[in-house]
């Protein structure tokens, strides 16, 4: 049986020590993605009634990156952290396209797509599904890059609670091609249980269908880089209520 556990400790590792020696290729810092997310006010804390009922002391909203500015940094982050699992070895090298779930994930695999190609010089193609199959003008599924037999695809998404859209998804994109379905990006990793085991999210979807699952930071790395910031007035930006919530909250929920 896998350890999903250590394996994503392991893949995360292998990103980190490749980023030490990546140059331009490094992943990018928790503390400055933190601060990002921040700015957008993208990321929250207080008390949150999630849509699984749990009360989480933070907050992670996808649709504050709304104006062109955000999603081209956002893209930007993405593209960074495929550059760096790239030179770790965890991603392959060549990518064809990047796939991304409407609606949601529409911006996110064109902003990715445009900073791979900005950033890091890869000319990579951008596709996204239609919710309803379209009968004219060029039909089909999907929008943007075509899905042809053999092309390498990476999929891209916000944050992943129970892992219901990839699980919708994969069928889509297989049906169409065979396609070669090579790992999974995500803005946050809420490192939580699911309902029905104490498996993350990401890590039962590595189990089920063998692509790795990578984040840009995961909620304990936020927590921490968060700890060393300040608000305007200098203040300590995570107060000692929030810290023990957010504590408290891990060791209930946390995989």
């Known amino acids: 049986m896998v350890d999903n556990a250590h394996t994503e ?11 030490n020696a990546a140059g331009s290729n490094a992943a990018p810092s928790h503390e400055e993605f933190t601060q990002f997310l921040l700015e957008c006010g993208a990321l929250k804390f207080g ?5 699984s009922g749990r009360q989480s002391p933070y907050f992670i909203n996808a649709g504050s990156f709304n104006d062109g500015t955000r999603i081209a940094r956002l893209g930007e982050y993405y593209a960074a952290t495929i550059a760096a699992a790239q030179a770790a070895g965890v991603l392959p090298a060549h990518i064809d396209t990047v796939f991304g779930p409407a609606y949601k994930g529409i911006p996110l695999a064109v902003s990715t797509s445009m900073a791979l190609a900005a950033r890091h010089g890869q000319n990579v193609g951008y596709t996204f599904d239609r919710k309803e199959k379209k009968d004219h003008g060029d039909g089909g599924m999907f929008v943007g890059t075509q899905l042809t037999d053999g092309m390498s695809v990476l999929m891209v998404d916000d944050v992943m609670t129970a892992g219901t859209a990839v699980r919708e998804v994969v069928p889509k994109l297989r049906a169409a091609a065979n396609v070669n379905i090579v790992g999974l990006v995500l803005s946050v ?3 939580e249980k699911t309902k029905d085991s104490d498996q993350s999210a990401v890590q039962a979807v590595h189990e089920e269908f063998g692509f790795p699952v990578l984040a840009i930071a995961n909620v304990r790395e936020i927590f921490a880089a968060a700890g060393k910031l300040s608000a305007a007035d200098g203040t300590p930006l995570l107060d000692d209520s929030i810290k023990a919530a957010a504590k408290e909250y891990l060791e209930k929920y946390g995989a």
């Open 189 to 191: 990793d809420r490192m």
């Open 9 to 19: 400790r392991t893949v995360a590792a292998d990103v980190a020590a490749a980023s």
């Open 47 to 51: 008390s949150f009634t999630l849509k």
